[in-house]
């Protein structure tokens, strides 16, 4: 044992390492996330919304623009950098929505009503990595282009509330405030300010340097001990006007008349600048502090920020990872993948037999792994096995001569038989069938069994 490990460093010793808080997604969790793209797709083609793929580098003028920089993620998160060969001003994205907007002035995308969007895909933040947060990390998100209406907000937390529900999530939790409009929110950073500046001596040393540049952002911090400061606070509702007001009245209307909870959180600012009026949150407490799995809100200023048309939006964006764990914690899984068939063969003409056999299966509809590597029947059949193989098709010197395989059942009863390769893909859907309905039969039996036990 121990010379296997020393084994192991000496070998990982000049092996090439990926990047710190850069993951690999691998088998079995990657077949989750597949599964959960295609939820994804589904969910939101049922709001009308059209996928997006926009680049992953984007001009480091465009994330200045739209998030602002006074910003953690731009003071300090990016992943910026000169192009070697033409010396252009780049950032690998740490967020979807700036590419998603420079892509629809660019385009012309906004005209006659609103126009429906989401998009999936890796972003980029240089934070210190630990449990939900990561360098490299992936988010869903959706825009809307387009309306002011307030419906709009809410239908936005109404889609959430259905994906977690279609998820079976446990635990998630809405929360909403206003940020209101631009003036408004200047007279209550000017309050806030004049507030803070009065315990500046209890401010902790984040919160001091933030009241310089973001005020609002002390309202998010983490440390407990500046709880009590904050919540004694001057908050922002109280500054709103009577238009930004009446718009977030009809967003909860809006919210109640879908029956989706929500709670008020004053104190909810968000980590990016373009936001205006509405902005909420998806949390969770079963995520430690890395609770927050979604979050949005509406960005009338944006377009016209980044050398647009004026043009009111909203949208939200959720963490892949995040929700991910929050889906297996919650008891979700995603379906095992199974083969369908494996093809056993030995000598060089069955080789080049069994690859046809192979591709013959697979177009009629199996999932089929053909083996390669050699080695006796029994280690063949050894490795079908491990692979979940319902059926191998075996074919060797024998069943070549007399153009011929044999089906062995490997799951369960059933007899080994030979065919002709004519009748080789109807008769091992046959035997698939029969262990699909054999299976049926025994699973519904089982129910009852539990269903009479109760
Ligand atoms: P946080 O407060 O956790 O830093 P944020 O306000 O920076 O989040 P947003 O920019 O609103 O996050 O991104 C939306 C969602 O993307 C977050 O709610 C979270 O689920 C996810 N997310 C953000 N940053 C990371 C990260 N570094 N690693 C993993 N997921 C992340
Ligand atoms: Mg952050």
Redesign the pocket.
Known sequence: MACWIEDREIMEQGAIRGVR?MNDVLPPESLAWVAFEELVHHWASRYGYLPVRTPVVEPTALFVRAIGTAT??VEK?MYAFKDALNGEELTLR??GTAGVVRAAIEHHLVQGGVQRFYYWGP?F?H?R?QK????????V?VEALGTEDPALDAELMVMGARLWEDLGLQEVQLEINSLGDLPERAAYREALVNYFERYYEALDEESRRRLRRNPLRIL?S?NPAMRELIEGAPRLLDFLGPASRAHFEAVRQFLEDAGVPYRINPYLV???DYYNRTVF??ITPMLGS???????GRYDGLFAQLGGRPTPAAG????????LTLWEVSGGSAPEVSVDTYVVHWGEESARTALQVGERLRAAGMSTVVHFGGGSLKSQLRRANSCGAKVAVIIGEEELRAQEATIKPLRGQGTQERVGWEQLEERVWEVLLGKKEQQEREESREREERGAAE
């Open positions: 808080g953690d993620v998160e740490p967020e972003m933040r934070e990595p939900g947060r990561f360098r490299q990390f992936h988010q998100g998010d983490k968000r980590g990016l949150e998806w890395q609770g927050t799995i979604c979050a949005g939200f964006a959720l963490g892949v990872e995040r929700v």
